[in-house]
């Protein structure tokens, strides 16, 4: 009895705040016969979820830096502004925003701890200068979708062209080396590349927004 009444007010705490469009998608995935039923469900959905926050976490770390470390070799630390790309692909265009984007945010950061330590107001003027951010520190503050936007034709070297300033095809092998297993062609190679990174970046963010696994 002790237990049913636990689990009664458990039910009834975490239902105050779940609203019935939250629940409604599990209702219709799971096979459940009430609400106590249907919240078992919800609870173990996103148990499920966690387990694969480490293999979501290692593919966008291990193709991040695998892409990064093979840029960085040849065209050095800051390689996104030396390298060539079309500057008239989308994809190139959402990377290199992705880019400064990342650079706003620990910028703003920055300034927001630093007004915090100064006891200043927000539109107050900072005294220190801005720092010069670590390649390091713009990498890892990236989103992942910017490591699916390089993985594009964009950033392939034109047949017409004779420039070695471009990251693929030159640096495929080095960032993913059984590439060929994908496929024998890198044109091809990087699009399913793509394709397949796209997907998982995109089941990924399912699971972070809590959906039903």
């Given at each position: 009895i002790l237990c049913m009444k636990n689990l009664t007010q458990t039910y009834s705490a975490l239902n105050l705040h779940l609203t019935q469009s939250r629940l409604h998608p599990y209702k219709l995935t799971f096979d459940v016969n009430n609400d106590h039923e249907l919240m078992g469900a919800y609870i173990w959905s996103?148990?499920?979820?966690a387990t694969m926050y480490p293999l979501f976490h290692f593919i966008e770390i291990f193709a991040r830096n695998a892409i990064d470390k093979a840029a960085k070799k040849r065209f050095g630390d800051?390689?996104?502004?030396?390298?060539?790309?079309?500057?008239?692909?989308?994809?190139?265009?959402?990377?290199?925003?992705?880019?400064?984007?990342?650079?706003r945010s620990l910028k703003n950061n920055w300034e927001s701890a630093e007004r915090e330590r100064l006891g200043l107001d927000f539109d107050d003027p900072i005294p220190t200068p801005i720092p010069t951010f670590s390649h390091d520190q713009i990498i890892a503050a990236t989103e992942f979708s910017t490591w699916t936007f390089i993985l594009t034709n964009g950033f392939f070297k034109p047949s017409n062209s004779s420039s070695s300033q471009y990251l693929w095809p030159s640096s495929l092998g080095s960032a993913f080396p059984?590439?060929?297993?994908?496929?024998?062609?890198?044109?091809?190679?990087?699009?399913?590349?793509h394709d397949y990174l796209t997907d998982i970046r995109k089941y990924r963010n399912r699971v972070f927004h809590h959906e039903p696994i």
């Open positions: 996103q148990q499920v979820a800051y390689w996104w502004d030396t390298f060539e790309y079309d500057h008239d692909d989308k994809s190139c265009e959402k990377f290199i925003g992705n880019i400064k984007r990342a650079k059984q590439y060929n297993k994908v496929s024998s062609s890198p044109v091809d190679a990087l699009k399913h590349m």
